[in-house]
């Protein structure tokens, strides 16, 4: 049985404990909170045969543990992550992966010095949708790439930590994180942030943003919106040379078109299957059974590009 861990108890390790009841030959083994009546509580309610702990620290010295799901807030992501490495232990890191490239570095830095996995939770790249709208770019389905569109948006201003500046709260950090992947994976790790327009709180917080990745010379460039308050369509496009891909809800992904240079369409899918929840842990699975400590989903390198375009992006806000 492949036993994973899971720290914290908020909205986001209840859908992971639910994800992992999909997957064959893996279980929840155990739960920590900082308090040990919430993890009890979580575990009564989410997975009733996982012992619930009440110290991180204690958690990551757990023997059994084969894997440790990192969903604290977005601060406490970098020593909740170091915490569990240090200790031996695999981490599937929840996005965003940490609050700015230094820290990623350090992670990876610990990871690789102790020969220990660690993979950041960014679902999409796992999913069989993602993985064939790149295999048609690769194959030039669609030409050269000239350009990319995305936005993704949801009415969750009311959600506390989305407005909590010591949490690393903000529309581009809970969701901007989606479309830069989207443009990374694309384009590659060699783009950077060309401008960001942001419409903030009265506490600083980024509420809207708009904002374009390119290459320093002459390439595709990438123009993304993300909102938090209120919903969008959620979808995306990749336009080239000889057609486009239409991509519908780029942070879930539901079904993929291929266009030709009329517009046609020339080949569908639908999402089907497994939830992105299970399919990253499955992806962390098969690579640590395997004796890696990268997902090939989701490499160290793509992580830390994205940590710093993070940077560049919350420093031109």
């Known amino acids: 049985m492949f036993n994973v861990g899971i720290i914290g108890t908020g909205s986001i390790a209840t859908k992971m404990a639910e994800a992992i009841k999909e997957l064959r030959g893996a279980c929840v083994y155990a739960v920590a909170s900082r308090d040990l009546d919430r993890a009890k509580a979580f575990v009564k309610k989410n997975c009733p045969k996982a012992k619930p702990v009440g110290s991180y620290e204690e958690f990551a010295y757990m023997d059994e543990l084969d894997l440790i799901y990192v969903a604290t807030p977005n601060t406490y992501h970098y020593e909740n992550a170091l915490t569990c490495i240090k200790a031996g232990k695999n981490v599937l890191i929840e996005k965003p992966f940490t609050m700015s490239r230094a820290e990623a570095d350090s992670i990876f830095t610990e990871a690789k010095n102790r020969g220990v996995f660690v993979c950041e939770a960014m679902w999409t790249a796992f999913m069989p949708l993602h993985k064939t709208m790149l295999k048609w770019v690769r194959e030039g389905k669609i030409g050269s790439v000239r350009y990319i569109s995305s936005n993704l948006g949801y009415n969750i201003e009311n959600v506390k930590r989305l407005t909590d500046p010591a949490l690393g709260g903000g529309a581009y950090l809970d969701l901007g ?70 991509l519908f809800n780029i942070n879930n992904y539901e079904r993929i078109e291929l266009h030709d240079d009329t517009g046609a369409l020339v080949e569908a899918y639908d999402q089907e299957g497994l939830s992105g929840y299970s399919l990253e842990v499955k992806g962390c699975k098969d690579a640590i059974e395997n004796g890696l400590i990268q997902c090939p989903e989701m490499p160290w390198n793509r992580t830390a590009a994205i940590c710093s375009i993070n940077d560049r992006i919350r420093s031109m806000m």
């Open 177 to 246: 994180v989606y479309t830069t992947h989207l443009a990374v994976s694309i384009l590659g790790e060699n783009i950077e942030p060309k401008s960001v327009y942001a419409r903030k709180l009265s506490n600083g917080i980024d509420r809207d943003v708009t904002y374009i990745l390119g290459p320093q010379g002459d390439g595709a460039i990438s123009s993304s919106y993300v909102t938090m308050s209120s919903l969008t369509d959620r979808d995306g496009a990749i336009v080239g040379e000889k057609g486009y891909i239409k």
